[in-house]
């Protein structure tokens, strides 16, 4: 089995300051971790992934996320933000084997808004 | 724009009806994912299909059935329409069954409201 959980359906920042979305992971076998962005009344668009190797994985539009396995974790960051970054992003998992290696499992959003 | 096509847009049915949501999956693209996304909600997996066949269900009663053809496009069909299933209908398509292999392209959606 395999979940997600996303730490603050909304978060608000100021227009260059620090994005940080939280994204905590439950998987039985090795993960895959995704980001995606979610414009309004558009389709998903993939932001990073993490597979294997390299735990810091670097992604679209200066993004960035770590994955911790002792902390379960894949929190995306950005180190300025930009009015256009404001959007939904989901944090994702799937598996490299098991039954659900062609199945992504979401968390329930983070909602970004970046003030002026 | 990612090459997946999604139609209608948006649709309107009541209660008890039947609807069919098509997709368009990327050229060269073998997979296609079905999922649901209810407002306010993350995206719920309903199914894929690979090179034809179900290749993997969520927790979706039998009501929800899919097909996929032989240039890879697909379908969702809905019968017996609830409430409930007023959602965003979002199908994704890649060029691997294992996503970490590849990436998932998604559509903008079907907007389904069930009245």
């Known amino acids: 089995a395999q979940s997600v959980t996303q730490l603050g359906s909304h978060v608000s920042v100021s227009e260059g300051a620090l994005v940080l979305l939280r994204c905590n992971y439950s998987?039985?076998?090795?993960?895959?971790l995704f980001w995606y962005v979610q414009y309004p009344n558009q389709g998903l668009q993939l932001l990073l992934k993490?597979?294997?190797?390299?735990?810091l994985v670097k992604g679209i539009n200066g993004f960035e996320a770590e994955f911790k396995k002792s902390e379960t974790s894949f929190h995306l960051t950005k180190p300025s933000a930009h009015m256009s970054d404001a959007a939904e992003y989901f944090c994702?998992?799937?598996?490299?084997?098991?039954?659900?290696?062609?199945?992504?499992?979401f968390g329930q959003g983070t909602i970004l808004t970046v003030h002026p | 724009e990612t090459g997946v096509t999604q139609s209608p847009t948006h649709l309107i049915k009541t209660r008890g009806q039947q609807v069919t949501l098509r997709c368009s999956s990327q050229?060269?693209?073998?997979?296609v994912s079905w999922y649901q996304q209810a407002l306010g909600q993350g995206p719920q997996f309903i199914f894929q299909?690979?090179?034809?066949?179900?290749?993997g269900r969520g927790n979706f009663p039998p009501r929800f059935s899919g097909l996929q053809f032989p240039n890879y496009s697909s379908e969702l069909n809905v019968n017996a329409l609830e409430l409930d299933d007023s959602a965003l209908y979002l199908c994704?398509?890649?060029?691997?069954?294992?996503?970490?292999?590849?990436?998932?392209?998604f559509g903008q959606g079907t907007r389904l409201t069930v009245v």
């Open positions: 299909y690979y090179r034809e066949e179900e290749n």
């Open positions: 050229s060269g693209h073998n997979t």
């Open positions: 994704a398509s890649s060029s691997d069954r294992v996503l970490g292999n590849t990436e998932a392209f």
């Open positions: 993490y597979t294997t190797g390299a735990t």
């Open positions: 998987s039985s076998v090795p993960p895959y």
């Open positions: 994702a998992v799937s598996n490299a084997g098991g039954t659900s290696y062609g199945k992504l499992t």
